[in-house]
Nanobody
Framework: QVQLVESGGGLVQAGGSLRLSCAAS????????MGWFRQAPGKEREFVGA????????YYADSVKGRFTISRDNAKNTVYLQMNTLKPEDTAVYYC???????????????????WGQGTQVTVSS
């Protein structure tokens, strides 16, 4: 069982930055692939970024590539999402997900993830 807790959301002006954190329970965090997804009102949950269990590979949605960076600190059981040059269309609830690491995992597919956090709200004002 893995429990995930997101933090770091808030209200920011367009062009600003936020760093989201996702803290995981358990001693096997380093064996999990981790992903960030977001869901805006009235829309489906969409992929934002993901990182393999060993940190060797990262993946991003085209809409955030070059602005967002995902990273992890396995010693702290935490994955981060650094968000720069935020836009109003980035407004959403952001969720982190975890799945046991496997190169066959399609980390862009939300159905691959076994565990989810409760989400943190990010609001970008224009």
């Amino acid at each position: 069982q893995v429990q995930l807790v997101e933090s770091g959301g808030g209200l920011v002006q367009a062009g600003g930055s936020l760093r989201l954190s996702c803290a995981a329970s358990g001693r096997t965090f380093s064996s999990y692939d981790m992903g960030w997804f977001r869901q805006a009102p009235g829309k489906e949950r969409e992929f934002v970024g993901a990182i393999r269990w060993n940190g060797d590979r990262t993946y991003y949605a085209d809409s955030v590539k070059g602005r967002f960076t995902i990273s992890r600190d396995n010693a702290k059981n935490t994955v981060y999402l650094q968000m720069n040059t935020l836009k109003p269309e980035d407004t959403a609830v952001y969720y982190c997900g975890a799945v046991v690491g496997d190169w066959r995992n399609d980390l862009r597919d939300s159905t691959q993830y076994r565990y989810w956090g409760q989400g943190t709200q990010v609001t970008v004002s224009s």
